[in-house]
């Protein structure tokens, strides 16, 4: 698979605009932390995958490219490792639905959320 002919980064709104020709994809930065194609969250095998909980405010703060076939994302949680390659972003992007409706289906079953936990001790009632 080719490189995108444009990669855009709308930080307000936490996508990745991805354009392939004449195909086009909004990638949540939720989307692409949660199904980071690094090891530390897919494993080594599909039953080591571990499911990422607490990201709907995650945003990136880094895009570099690996060679001519990839790039790599930081994430402002920390999470850096995961190389995702254009054809990988091209899948996440076509089929965007159901990865979505599979990470919400995978939330439910764990009874986890999307939303952070915030420690009791940084909690300060008025």
């Known amino acids: 698979m080719d490189a995108p002919t444009h990669i855009t ?12 020709d004449q195909e086009r994809y909004e990638l949540p930065a939720e989307l692409l932390r949660v199904y980071s194609p690094s090891a530390e969250v897919r494993g080594h095998s599909p039953d080591q995958r571990t499911l990422q909980t607490g990201k709907k405010n995650v945003g990136i703060n880094l895009i570099e490219p ?6 790599r994302i930081g994430f402002d949680d920390g999470h850096g490792s995961g190389i ?5 972003l091209h899948e996440l992007g076509s089929q965007q639905e159901r990865f979505w ?8 079953q764990a009874n986890a959320s999307r939303l952070p936990n915030i ?5 300060r009632p008025k």
Do not use: C, R
């Not at 980064?9 to 392939?20: D, M, S, V």
């Not at 995702?84 to 990988?88: L, P």
């Open 9 to 20: 980064y709308h930080k307000i709104a936490h996508t990745l605009e991805l354009q392939w």
């Open 101 to 108: 409706q599979e990470y919400l289906q995978e939330l439910k």
């Open 66 to 71: 690996v060679g001519n076939y990839a790039i």
């Open 84 to 88: 995702y390659a254009w054809a990988y």
């Open 119 to 123: 420690p009791v001790s940084q909690w």
